[in-house]
């Protein structure tokens, strides 16, 4: 799962899969969801996102990570393994 934020949008994309999407929907104002060629869900797509979400941080619970990945704007990129 990766997090994509466009600042010049305001729109954060959280891609779900690899594969290509076929289909969107959208749910609510400014919020798609993309499927993939068999109907499942593969990215979800917001608009206006500072709007409607805290971008300031990133909580994950009960997720089974084994690894970390963190990018920013400034090309330092960081890792951390977990368990």
Do not use: Q, W
């Not at 594969?19 to 749910?27: F, N, Q, T």
């Not at 979400?53 to 084994?66: K, M, N, T, V």
Request: charged fraction near 25%.
């Amino acid at each position: 799962m990766k997090f994509h934020y466009y600042a010049d949008t305001d729109t954060l994309y959280i891609d779900l899969s690899e594969k290509d999407s076929a289909d969107s929907l959208e749910v609510a104002p400014g919020v798609v969801l993309d499927f993939d060629a068999e109907g499942n869900l593969v990215g979800i797509d917001i608009d206006r996102a500072s709007a409607l979400i805290d971008l300031s941080r990133l909580e994950a619970e009960g997720l089974p990570l084994g690894r970390i990945l963190l990018t920013g704007p400034s090309s330092n990129i960081s890792t951390a393994r977990v368990g």
